[in-house]
C-alpha cells in the first residue's frame, strides 16, 4: 500500500516562513515525479511546484516564483517545499502527490488528475 506522509504545516505571520517535507513509502518503483498541490476553503486545488526526475526538471506555479523553492530525492522517495515570505494568500491545506508515470506535457503536471497517489495534507496559515 502507497502512502505519502506531509509534515511541517502551521501558523506563521505574513512574511515568515515555513518548510513542509513529504515522505513516500510502499511503491516498488521510482515515482516520474512528485509535486504540491494547495487547496484553500471552497476552493480547487492548484498546482504550486513538481520536481521530475524523469527528465530531471522543476516548475512552479506564477503564484510563489521566487518565493518558494521545492527540492526532494529520488531514491528516497521524498519532497520538501520551503516556503519564503509567505503570504494570507498562500493560507490553505497542502498536498503532496506522486506520479508513477511519464507525463505527455509538460502541463500535464500542472493538473491533479495526472497524480496516482496523495498525501493526507498538511494546514499552513498565514496571518496578516
Known amino acids: 500500500q502507497v502512502q505519502l506522509v506531509e509534515s511541517g504545516g502551521g501558523l506563521v505571520q505574513a512574511g515568515g516562513s515555513l518548510s513542509l517535507a513529504c515522505v513516500a513509502s510502499?511503491?516498488?518503483?521510482?515515482?516520474?515525479?512528485m509535486a504540491w498541490f494547495r487547496q484553500a476553503p471552497g476552493q480547487e486545488r492548484e498546482f504550486v511546484a513538481v520536481?521530475?526526475?524523469?527528465?530531471?526538471?522543476?516548475y512552479y506555479a506564477d503564484s510563489i516564483k521566487g518565493r518558494f523553492t521545492i527540492s526532494g530525492d529520488k531514491v528516497m522517495k521524498t519532497v520538501n517545499l520551503h516556503m519564503n515570505s509567505l503570504k494570507p494568500d498562500d493560507t490553505g491545506v497542502y498536498y503532496c502527490?506522486?506520479?508513477?508515470?511519464?507525463?505527455?506535457?509538460?502541463?500535464?503536471?500542472?493538473?491533479?488528475?495526472?497524480?496516482?497517489?496523495w498525501g493526507q495534507g498538511t494546514q499552513v496559515t498565514v496571518s496578516s
Open positions: 502527490g506522486a506520479v508513477a508515470r511519464s507525463a505527455r506535457w509538460y502541463e500535464d503536471y500542472f493538473t491533479p488528475g495526472l497524480y496516482d497517489y
Open positions: 510502499g511503491h516498488p518503483f521510482d515515482f516520474y515525479a
Open positions: 520536481l521530475g526526475w524523469s527528465p530531471s526538471t522543476t
